[in-house]
């Protein structure tokens, strides 16, 4: 009796392999699967009256990949490379027996086909992919810092050759039917009513039970290691994995040389060394990091872990929206893609109509692109209505205010929308660092108010930070994350503060990098340095971006909101002296850290060099490095202690996907936790002697220290 697989030999004597994981809505490779492979390849090749075999699934996808809950607590565990590479020799093992069993395997491909899901359909003879259920074939394990354990990395250039292996295994790229079948991932594809008929012909009719490599004079397509277009292959992604991983990332470098290896020995020995690299990936922190935030945590938010119970679901059927600035329009773009009404507001029915016409250029894009077709466009932007009438907000279920940094402003839009709305109505403002709690106290109903904050650009961005008041009630938060979900985004959870979680912990980042260059660290260095480090942008570059005016003016406001005059520290200093003195306000303005020359590209202002002279001696990288890491980890820790980050989980992915915080540390958190949070203390204590007391760790930190506390006391449970 199989418990995952459906056995049936029909009249005509072909084995129907049905996969069907009990209790689940995806099939996934788990061991369990993979025993029930094993066993009923084995009785179909010991049955004389079976002709050959048709895998197949009972799901609306065939596999969608192995089963990454299990794999992420392996590092935790304890588990050494030599047992982890024990796990990818045995799903070899029982795919290298289904394609040398003797009789003829042919896989009719239903839906869904990644990473080990993918490994499974190589190991057939024949592949017949529906071509119309929207399947995608694809290697996602390098994402998660991973390779292709299955045998991806032996039998994909052996199928498809080396240039095409190496697109879908390094860049991860998913393929569709018909790229598929052009570049020979599959023999066919038929209507998905049409693919096991399609199947079962070819094992009656042709039946090849021997793959390609394992017939004699077999050649890679495209040429082998000494072809001169494979050489030229390996050579270039040697450097577009330098230039794209800094070399921070192991499983690029890992998948690319299993795949050289591998191809220069036999196929045995290939999955052999598959096996080995997979292995010392799996037993290393890199993978769980980004296993355990990419994966498991962001799919939990995605889920809404952080919903209270004991409320109904809810949707939003009409959004308004203060502001048609750069954020307002992207919300509505996004909430009227997903079929909301949004009515977009502004002063000015000019800055309206701009507004909307944001989301006209994006359908125009996506048109172009083939994204989009004119009539779903026009049915979208159908759904916007730009207004300069408040009267036009009455009957919104949710009303969003993206409007400038200012608390008079912000409370005089609040009254006046209250006085409109039903009561029902919950009212969340985008702010980036105001604290909800005051904003709040503009409103009559401050248990239904809240802070929802958008990345930009919106439409790419996937996070969008929750930011609860002191009055806000479950109600709220569980119809907020409801809305959060209707259109597609991934929630974080955090309490109030100035600059919540993710604008306060970012804005260390900047003002490190800012001091770095006060101190008579080479701009360039700098820059270069935070992207060695995993930072997709360097620290002067991104606060051109926001623009020094804005730090400027959010410094001052903290100052007085604290009752003290404008901070002069190494940071503010040099970013008043850039306001006040130079006028170089960022980007938005033409000048900045960087000059802007129209028609050419942005490049560091060579003034920087007299107003911010260049020490004699300048640091090293890594040390620059650990700066620009440790800084952010630290005020993560400080959100912690503080509570405003309630669960590890909030944290790291809102340093991944809203400041964009390393995906290999695992997020801020996580950073903390990998080096040992005995020895972040450690190298806190050595920083903060040359660079100042912002490095100093509070006694929470230290007494968790030396307690042994992580932040992710469950991790190997």
């Known amino acids: 009796m199989n418990d995952t697989i459906q056995y049936i030999v029909d009249s005509d004597g072909i084995a129907m392999l049905t996969i069907d994981l009990p209790g689940t809505s995806m099939n996934v490779l788990t061991p369990e699967l993979m025993a029930d492979l094993e066993t009923c390849v084995g009785r179909a090749a010991a049955d004389e009256n079976v002709k050959g075999i048709v895998l197949t699934s009972g799901k609306k996808a065939f596999i969608a990949g192995a089963d990454i809950k299990d794999m992420v607590t392996a590092y935790d565990r304890g588990v050494s490379a030599a047992e982890a590479a024990g796990f990818s020799h045995n799903l070899n093992r029982v795919l290298r027996r289904m394609e040398t069993c003797g009789k003829p395997v042919a896989v009719a491909i239903n839906g869904l086909a990644l990473g080990g899901g993918l490994e499974v359909c190589l190991a057939g003879h024949y592949r017949v992919l529906a071509s119309d259920t929207g399947a995608q074939l694809g290697f996602p394990e390098v994402n998660i810092g991973l390779l292709p354990g299955a045998g991806g990395t032996q039998r994909a250039p052996r199928l498809i050759g080396f240039r095409n292996a190496a697109t879908m295994i390094l860049q991860c790229k998913n393929q569709r039917p018909e790229q598929a079948l052009e570049m020979g991932l599959v023999h066919e594809i038929a209507p998905l009513a049409e693919i096991v008929e399609r199947a079962r012909r070819w094992v009656l009719e042709k ?39 800094k070399h921070n990332y192991p499983a690029p470098i890992a998948a690319q040389s299993a795949m050289f290896e591998g191809a220069a020995t036999t196929f045995d020995a290939g999955l052999e060394i598959e096996s080995q690299y997979f292995g010392t990936l799996l037993a290393g922190p890199v993978a769980r990091n980004m296993m355990r935030t990419l994966f498991v945590s962001k799919g939990k938010a995605d889920k809404l872990a952080r919903r209270p119970g004991g409320v109904d679901k809810s949707q939003v059927r009409k959004l308004g929206i203060l ?49 989009a077709t004119p009539e779903k466009a026009e049915a979208l932007l159908g759904r916007i209505t730009p207004t ?61 108010f809240i802070g929802l904050h958008f990345f930009s650009p919106v439409d790419k961005m996937p996070l969008v930070e929750i930011i609860l008041g002191e ?70 570059a991104v606060t051109d971006e926001v623009t020094l005016e804005l730090a400027w003016k959010i410094g001052k406001e903290t100052a007085a909101a604290q009752g003290i005059d404008y901070p002069y520290d190494t940071a503010s200093g040099a970013i008043a002296k ?23 590209r942005k490049h560091l202002w060579h003034g920087l060099a007299e107003h911010f002279p260049p020490a004699d001696t300048q640091p090293e990288v890594e040390e620059l490095k650990k700066r620009l890491l440790v800084i952010q980890a630290l005020e993560s820790a400080r959100c912690v202690e503080e509570g405003v980050v309630t669960h590890a989980e909030d944290g790291d992915i ?64």
């Open 207 to 245: 039946g090849d039970p021997e793959q390609p490599w394992d017939k004699k004079g077999f050649k890679f397509p495209g040429g082998g290691l000494a072809h001169p277009a494979t050489a030229q292959t390996f050579m270039g992604g040697n450097s577009l994995i330098a230039k794209n991983t």
């Open 323 to 371: 502001g048609a600035g750069m954020m307002g329009a992207g919300i509505a773009y996004v909430s009227a893609k997903t079929g909301i009404e949004t009515v977009l507001l502004d002063t000015i029915e000019e800055n309206a109509e701009r507004g909307k016409a944001y989301s006209q250029g994006l359908l125009e894009k996506a048109i172009e692109r083939g994204h």
């Open 388 to 448: 300069t009438n408040y009267h036009d907000l009455s009957g919104c279920d949710l009303v969003i205010e993206a409007v400038f940094e200012s608390m008079e402003l912000k409370a005089d839009v609040t009254r006046k929308t209250e006085a409109v709305v039903p009561e029902t109505c919950i009212f969340a403002s985008n702010t980036s660092t105001l604290p909800i709690t005051g904003l709040a106290r503009a409103s009559e109903r401050p248990e239904q």
């Open 471 to 540: 009055k806000t009630n479950d109600e709220t938060i569980a119809r907020s994350l409801d809305y959060i979900r209707q259109i597609r985004k991934t929630p974080i959870v955090v309490n109030d503060s100035r600059g919540f979680y993710t604008s306060r912990v970012f804005s260390t980042y900047t003002s490190e990098g800012i001091s770095m260059l006060a101190e008579g660290v080479k701009p360039a260095l700098i820059e270069n340095a935070a992207k060695m480090a995993g930072m997709p942008v360097g620290p002067l």
């Open 578 to 600: 850039m306001v006040e003195e130079l006028d170089r306000r960022g980007k938005r303005f033409g000048r900045g850290f960087y000059d802007y020359p129209e028609g050419g």
């Open 654 to 717: 809102g340093s991944i996907f809203g400041w964009g915080f390393p995906p290999y540390t695992g997020g801020t958190l996580s950073y903390i936790d990998t080096i040992g949070i005995r020895e972040f203390v450690a190298e806190c204590d050595r920083l903060a002697g040359p660079y100042g007391n912002r490095f100093n760790a509070s006694d929470w930190l230290r007494n968790r220290a030396d307690e042994g506390l992580v932040f992710y006391p469950n991790a190997s449970a």
